[in-house]
């Protein structure tokens, strides 16, 4: 089976734009979850979905909003981007029933963004 | 407030040697644990999932245990060598989302 990807891996915007990051989740896994990663915060969770609903949310500002399609594919996006988003941003899918944090997490390579 | 940490926060060793990670968490009520590398600028590989029943998990060289009376995971890797250097995370999942904690980053030097 194919492993997560994530597109695209590397992106460069100036500060006041906004992006969409996307994420294919493993074939058959239905729950997406995204994670920022930065050298001062660590791996902080920003939302997870299934079935095309967003299920859970972490404790990040509404600039950050993500969404599901039906064949599970995820996108996330800033809008209004600020210096501080610079960060690898993580994907993860999970299988099972119910899918989610409490099943096995498979990681994408990440998006690394920079923000200027 | 759930926090996760990890000592040491780096480590270098020779190849061969058996290592312990360790992995601390203030909240026993967790759901599971899992145990992650990370190699530089890449994502996650998910290495050993223990649930909150389970007392342990073996994949080839690495063990993993869970005490969730103390709060506690280690990260045992035996004959360690050159790739298995990386950062080593652990993710404590409560309910709904994984709790990273900060990190090892392992250096095996040949």
């Known amino acids: 089976k194919a492993g997560v990807t994530q597109t695209p891996r590397y992106l460069i915007k100036t500060r006041g734009q906004q992006v969409t990051l996307s994420c294919s989740p493993i074939?058959?896994?239905?729950?997406v979850s995204w994670y920022q990663q930065t050298p001062g915060q660590g791996l902080q969770f920003l939302f997870e979905?299934?079935?095309?609903?967003?299920?859970n949310k972490g404790n990040f500002p509404g600039r950050f909003s993500g969404r599901q399609f039906s064949n599970s594919r995820s996108e996330m996006n800033v809008s209004t981007l600020e210096l501080g988003d610079s960060a690898l941003y993580l994907c993860?899918?999970?299988?099972?029933?119910?899918?989610?944090?409490?099943?096995?997490?498979?990681f994408g390579p990440g998006t690394r963004l920079l923000v200027l | 407030k759930q926090e996760v940490t990890q000592i040491p926060a780096a480590l270098s060793v020779p190849e061969g040697e058996n290592l312990v990670l360790n992995c601390s968490f203030t909240?026993?009520?967790?759901?599971?644990l899992q145990w992650f590398r990370q190699d530089p600028g890449k994502g996650l590989t998910s290495l050993l999932l223990?649930?909150?029943?389970?007392r342990e998990q073996t994949s080839g060289r690495l063990n993993a245990s869970l005490d969730k009376s103390s709060g506690r995971s280690t990260l045992y890797i035996a004959a360690s060598q050159p790739g298995d250097s990386a950062t080593y995370l652990c993710?404590?999942?409560?309910?709904?989302?994984?709790?990273f904690g900060t990190g090892t980053r392992l250096q095996v030097f040949p």
């Open positions: 993860a899918s999970s299988g099972g029933l119910a899918g989610g944090p409490q099943e096995t997490q498979y």
């Open positions: 074939s058959g896994h239905r729950s």
């Open positions: 979905y299934f079935s095309e609903t967003q299920r």
């Open positions: 909240d026993s009520a967790i759901y599971n």
């Open positions: 223990i649930q909150s029943s389970q």
């Open positions: 993710a404590v999942i409560p309910t709904d989302k994984l709790i």
